[in-house]
């Protein structure tokens, strides 16, 4: 492991964690540089191109990991590190129905083991790709956004209604009392 690594952390460990994770919007420590961790499309984490094997380190890293405009950083109390992130930082590789005082809602799971209910907090927002791929994200915290998965959409579109106005047709799905439109069909 780099020397920089060793040092964020060191850095880590000895930060405080509140029960809601650590304070990132509280610390605003310079840009120490570029580290050299990857975020892969497929959302593995790499470091000097080997893939990290602990699941923990993943998970560690995710909860101090910050945008800051175009760029991704890892922050501590006293250092930023910048890295690079192919895509998106997170995958959502799998989503439930469920449903609480009458309300539906869809709940999604990340690759860091989050469990998001999609709504006001975490939207869901479909673009489209320049080959006219669908390509949908929830919004995990403070502009970090996980890709929904291939079979996490098509189970998506698989319980959306379609809607019709104005001669165009949706298909939507509702969660937490908010709707959230997947395409056009």
Not at 54 to 63: E, H
Not at 106 to 130: D, K, W, Y
Request: net charge negative.
């Amino acid at each position: 492991m780099s020397s920089a690594l060793d040092d964020l952390l060191a850095r880590l460990a000895e930060a405080e964690q509140s029960p809601g994770g650590p304070p990132l919007e509280k610390w605003q420590p310079p840009l120490s540089g570029d580290i050299d961790i990857r975020i892969a499309s497929d959302g593995r984490w790499y470091h000097e191109g080997t893939v990290f094997q602990r699941t923990a380190l993943v998970k560690l890293f995710s909860s101090i990991l910050r945008r800051e405009g175009e760029d991704y950083v890892l922050v501590t109390p006293v250092e930023k590190w910048r890295i690079q992130v192919d895509d998106l930082p997170f995958i959502a590789h799998s989503v439930a129905r469920l449903e609480r005082d009458g309300i539906s809602m869809l709940l999604v799971t990340t690759n860091v083991g989050e469990e998001l209910v999609i709504g006001e907090a975490h939207p869901l927002e479909v673009q489209i790709s320049a080959d006219d791929e669908p390509r949908p994200a929830v919004e995990v915290r403070a502009g970090l956004w996980a890709r929904v998965d291939r079979p996490s959409f098509y189970q998506l579109v698989d319980w959306a209604e379609s809607c019709t106005e104005n001669g165009r047709t949706e298909l939507r799905v509702h969660s937490a009392g908010k709707i959230f439109t997947l395409g056009s069909i």
